[in-house]
């Protein structure tokens, strides 16, 4: 339950939970939901390593040198990176909460127990032939 919950509360927060209705009330009051990336620091933390390194960042405003926008664009997006978590549902939330809501710019391929083997080399293959 602790190794869910330091993850993420949505981990934990179902209609199970003894304060599911109170807790979803709250929220609701607040405009708010329990997807916000600002109930898990550790999504708020590797947002910013990721912004940090320039991956998920929106492009520069054109700069005056010489350089094009798409070079620069090109330049900020040359890293990669590998999440590993326990939890198939802590990818889930990475994957819809903070990528598709917060980096739409991330480009990212998954890898776990769901991937059939027979397709989990060519993701691998792929990964690593990517720039």
């Known amino acids: 339950y602790l190794r869910k919950l330091c993850n993420h509360p949505a981990l934990v927060f179902n209609l199970n939970h003894p304060q599911y209705h109170d807790v979803n009330q709250e929220l ?16 708020l933390a590797i947002k910013q390593l990721l912004h940090d390194c320039g991956i998920g960042n929106a492009p520069p405003p054109s700069s005056s040198n010489n350089e094009s926008s798409l070079d620069l664009i090109v330049d900020m997006n040359t890293h990669r990176v590998l999440i590993f978590t326990q939890l198939k549902g802590m990818l889930d939330i990475i994957e819809n909460d903070l990528f598709k809501v917060h980096m739409p710019s991330v480009t990212f391929l998954r890898l776990d127990g769901s991937v059939p083997a027979k397709n989990r080399h060519g993701i691998v293959t792929t990964f690593n032939e990517d720039p």
């Open 28 to 43: 609701i009051l607040n405009n708010d939901s329990i997807h916000n990336i600002h109930h898990s620091p550790k999504l």
